[in-house]
């Protein structure tokens, strides 16, 4: 998705992140609505204030249930067990009431009934009540135990040299079902980015898996084409001088800053510049279904010539499962050389195993080649990171 930033004073470099402030599901917010009694009252004039000074309201005030719902009030993150056992003083029957309070209390209970679930608040209290709407509950409660609805950051893989007025966004549209869940989770920016798309594509009534989103925004703000984005500057940033070598590990969309890197340096290759050895390493499950930019890095590496390779690892294309970790076992030589070489190293996906096996996959390729202990080796790998050598945009 690109999202063009002309006539705004954004402006971003090449590595950098897009913040996108989404809007909450009409689904999940008719959800709320009905299982606390406020459907009816959705739009209803009200007024928050804090009881102390330092109580900041966390939206803007007079607003209506159905605008502090939908715009400012994180209803779709997974439920927590302290909000839980605040709850059970409001239930509406003592097996309600004893069932909620053992949740709140028992950690281990509370992950099997409801953590493993990925209940939001609104599923959870429809599923322990049955569907029936809790009415005791203050509204009051939601607003200071929910967070205010936070941007979700995605890296940006365009280049900032090639593209300073489009940022483009590379996202899989998250919807995975969880066992023993009566729900399908949905996520809720990647979905409402699908909408966009898709009212941009003429549909009128944009609905991505029956999610419903307002995408006109508060008072029609937004008029279905807008959306409201800020830029976060990183410092995952290519060598200053593009002759450096370069080696990105980005499996899946952990490929999105590593589109804009290539894009940059095939760009400065076409403006005559001389650039170094630039090794990506791509995963995904599988070529037929998954390959992303497959033309386009055609295109660029017609623009790099020789320096430029791509390593892919299409994990369920064959008789074994193949990840881009075991690449780079294969090319572990050339590798060492290249670092030897002062080389970047990137990394981007996955911190708790992809990113962590790589790290480690790193002081074995070390230690191997150049004859040293894996303790000298991890301390390579540590001074390496010190010196912005490795460099990681990951998440969990």
Aim: with cysteine; charged share 25%.
């Amino acid at each position: 998705m690109e999202i063009d930033v002309s006539g705004s004073n954004l402006s971003y470099t090449t590595g950098d992140h897009i913040a996108v402030w989404p809007t909450n599901a009409g689904k999940e917010v008719d959800r709320f609505l009905r299982i606390t009694n406020h459907l009816e009252k959705r739009h209803t004039v009200i007024g928050v204030k804090g009881l102390d000074a330092t109580a900041k309201v966390p939206f803007p005030s007079p607003t209506t249930y159905d605008a502090a719902i939908r715009y400012h009030m994180e209803i779709c993150a997974p439920v927590s067990r302290q909000f839980v056992s605040q709850l059970a003083q409001f239930a509406s029957t003592d097996a309600i009431k004893t069932e909620i309070t053992k949740m709140g209390g028992d950690k281990d209970y509370f992950h099997e009934k409801v953590a493993s679930k990925n209940f939001n608040i609104a599923q959870f209290l429809e599923w322990v009540s049955n569907g029936e709407p809790w009415e005791k509950v203050p509204f009051s409660l939601f607003i200071e135990a929910l967070n205010k609805i936070q941007p979700r950051y995605y890296s940006i893989s365009s280049s900032s040299l090639v593209s300073p007025k489009k940022i483009t966004v590379t996202a899989v549209v998250e919807s995975f079902e969880v066992p023993g869940a009566p729900h399908v989770v949905k996520g809720v920016t990647t979905n409402y980015l699908l909408a966009l798309k898709q009212k941009q594509h003429g549909d009128a009534h944009p609905d991505p898996n029956g999610l419903d989103y307002a995408i006109m925004g508060p008072r029609n703000k937004y008029d279905g084409i807008h959306v409201p984005v800020h830029v976060r500057h990183s410092n995952f940033k290519l060598p200053s001088d593009p002759s450096k070598p370069v080696i990105m590990v980005g499996p899946g969309t952990g490929v999105a800053p590593f589109r804009a890197f290539v894009q940059e340096r095939a760009q400065q290759a076409k403006n005559g510049e001389n650039v170094g050895k630039t090794l990506l390493f791509f995963g995904c499950r599988r070529k037929s279904e998954d390959f992303m930019y497959e033309e386009e890095w055609k295109q660029w590496g017609a623009d790099l010539g020789d320096n430029f390779e791509l390593i892919t690892a299409f994990s369920r294309d064959g008789p074994n499962k193949v990840y881009v970790q075991h690449k780079l076992k294969e090319r572990a030589q050339e590798i060492n050389e290249l670092l030897e070489q002062k080389a970047y190293f990137y990394v981007c996906g996955d911190a708790a195993q992809m990113a962590r096996e790589v790290n480690e996959l790193m002081g074995t390729i070390i230690s191997e080649k150049r004859g040293v202990a894996k303790s000298r080796a991890e301390e390579i790998v540590k001074g390496m990171r010190a010196s912005n050598q490795y460099q990681e945009d990951v998440w969990s």
